[in-house]
């Protein structure tokens, strides 16, 4: 049987934790500061991850996860992390799970609550710019620019990230297919597809089924895969694969997608690049294909 997580007036274990760090947050140290910010933005990783794996992800040395875990009360790192692996054993993965896992912010008042989102969010965006997901940054934009053909695929929340990345290359690069659902042939491009096309992917948890079944029958083509996911023990990825690995810590009922944007918007920049003379042909032609057929809006003041 299935323990209740929740019941009136009770708190919640994982915020509980985070309720735990936030407490003692501005009283720790540079290293322990940093080292508990990432545990509280990445509550799975804790669970799943080695001491020293989550140090290096965070920056710090292994010895500061086990100062933060004992600043917190516990005896080492180990009782930390059992505790995260107990807590998310009972939370389940859809909706209803994600928002019993939602961050506890201390705020009293709605313009309160959306000053913390707006800085939680910013933090977020901000830890994207670190060593590793720079360098896979850049053998992505060098895997996609010399793909044959790069297919797009993400449904539900993630479908805006996978359709955004989509169309911002597809005003220059002709290569981009999207695989939607329209008549419900949204995979079959897929048949055609083979080794020298990559597969640009976009899900997080809960992952949606036809998604990791559409990437793998891509990966068995042989296809390169790009993907835009929240672990590196997704189901999205596979040995040889790249992941871009990106926080979706929310204080929402629904994971954030801001990180997964950003990190499409600027992967779909550097295969254009803006500066290059193909690019700056296909730019002009659009602009006078869409005058003609009087797109936008303009002011006559």
Not at 101 to 126: E, F, P, W
Request: glycine share 8%; net charge neutral.
């Amino acid at each position: 049987m299935t323990r209740q997580i929740w019941h009136s007036g009770a708190i919640m274990p994982m915020q509980r934790i985070q309720s735990r760090i936030a407490s003692r947050l501005s009283s720790l140290p540079g290293q322990l500061r940093r080292a508990a910010q990432w545990v509280v933005d990445n509550p799975r990783d804790v669970a799943l991850l080695s001491m020293r794996e989550q140090a290096r992800r965070a920056g710090v040395q292994p010895a500061s996860m086990t100062r933060l875990a004992q600043a917190l009360g516990y005896e080492g790192f180990d009782e930390l992390r059992a505790q995260h692996a107990d807590i998310l054993r009972d939370i389940g993965d859809g909706l209803s799970g994600q928002a019993q896992r939602r961050l506890k912010l201390d705020a009293s008042t709605a313009a309160g609550t959306a000053d913390a989102m707006i800085a939680h969010t910013a933090a977020q965006v901000s830890g994207l710019a670190n060593a590793d997901l720079l360098a896979a940054l850049e053998g992505a934009a060098h895997q996609l620019s010399k793909s044959a053909r790069i297919f797009c695929l993400g449904q539900r929340s993630s479908h805006a990230v996978a359709w955004h990345f989509y169309y911002v290359l597809s005003l220059v690069d002709d290569r981009m297919r999207l695989l939607d659902m329209t008549g419900g042939t949204g995979f079959d491009p897929l048949l055609r597809a083979g080794g020298n096309d990559a597969l640009f992917v976009c899900c997080v948890k809960p992952y949606t089924r036809a998604v990791v079944d559409a990437t793998e029958q891509a990966r068995a083509r042989g296809l390169r895969i790009i993907a835009v996911t929240d672990s590196p023990f997704s189901p999205l990825v596979g040995a040889g694969d790249i992941a871009l690995v990106v926080p979706t810590a929310s204080s929402s009922f629904l994971h954030a997608m801001t990180p997964a944007f950003v990190l499409a918007d600027t992967l779909a920049a550097l295969v254009a690049c803006g500066d290059d003379a193909a690019t700056l042909d296909h730019l002009d032609g659009l602009d006078r294909h869409l005058a003609t057929l009087n797109t936008f809006f303009h002011d006559p003041n």
